[in-house]
């Protein structure tokens, strides 16, 4: 009886027994991606940051929907360009009391500024890293930054059908050079910025 109760188990385990995983469709293969332009997928590009609260903790907000474009050709990746803008009403901060003071003149003053703007200036690029230099709008003030950036990978999207790219990058910048300068030195002026970028090929 035993037997046989193991033996219906595995016939009625068997169908998923034999599912074969998804194979991760993106590689950090240069070969892979497509020259053209990418639209921003708004739903897997995220900017994180960082400070340092009080020198108690450290304490990251994030801001994701973004909109924008890259254009770049794997055989000249010095040519590449990026223009991505981030809308500061989107801004999260893990509570709501924290969110909506983000918000405000305090720091980000969302209904003053509503958008935080990067566009790149110089792109140089050795295999699955490069160094992105670029204009970067926060609070009205326009600073360059460089970013620090590595290919995470290219490939079809399974979900749309599309080729797709991502990176992260990260960068660390000072608060109080775009006017956002309140509470220093409790809430660090250094703030590290990390970022997580998706690319849909249009």
Known sequence: MRVLLIGGLLLAASPVLAQQPMPVPGKAEVSRVAAGTYSVDPDHTQAIFTVDHMGFTPLSGMI??????????????????????????????????????LKTPDFFDAEKYPTIHFVSTKVVASGTHATITGNLTIHGVTKPVTLDATFMGAG????????????????????SDFGVGKYVPLVSDSVKLTLHAGFIRE
């Open 156 to 175: 079809t999207n399974p979900m749309n059908k599309k080729g797709y790219i991502g990176f992260y990058g990260k960068t660390t910048i000072r608060r």
């Open 64 to 101: 994701a929907g973004a909109k924008g474009a890259l254009t770049i050709d794997p055989a000249h990746p010095g040519q590449a360009k990026v223009d991505v803008t981030f809308d500061v009403n989107n801004i999260e901060g893990g509570v709501e009391e924290f969110t909506h003071h």
